[in-house]
Nanobody
């Protein structure tokens, strides 16, 4: 099992930037695919971005493409989500997740381990 701890959330104004971090520990394997999801109040958890092992492939939801960037530092067992040009509709709890497979997953059910989440609030 992989333990995941997110950090970096906060309250920002529209147009600002934030960088979320997800530190992984436990049975880390290099071929784990990492993903970010988010859940706004009253809505289902939705896919945001994912990155495969060795950072070969990345995938983004259409709503964040061009504004968000996912990356990972395998030496530090950490994955990042750089969020630029934030909008009020990006407000949500952001979750880091790990998938024990080398291909991209976009469904909640594709992921095996989850962090506790970090709140991102974007004011207009």
């Amino acid at each position: 099992q992989v333990q995941l701890v997110e950090s970096g959330g906060g309250l920002v104004q529209a147009g600002s930037s934030l960088r979320l971090s997800c530190a992984a520990s436990g049975r880390i394997v290099s071929f784990v695919t990492m993903g970010w999801f988010r859940q706004a109040p009253g809505k289902e958890r939705e896919f945001v971005a994912a990155i495969t092992w060795r950072s070969i492939n990345t995938y983004y939801a259409d709503s964040v493409k061009g504004r968000f960037t996912i990356s990972r530092d395998s030496a530090k067992d950490t994955v990042y989500l750089q969020m630029n040009s934030l909008k009020p509709e990006d407000t949500a709890v952001y979750y880091c997740a790990a998938r024990r497979a080398i291909d991209i997953g976009r469904l909640v059910s594709d992921y095996n381990d989850w962090g506790q989440g970090t709140q991102v609030t974007v004011s207009s």
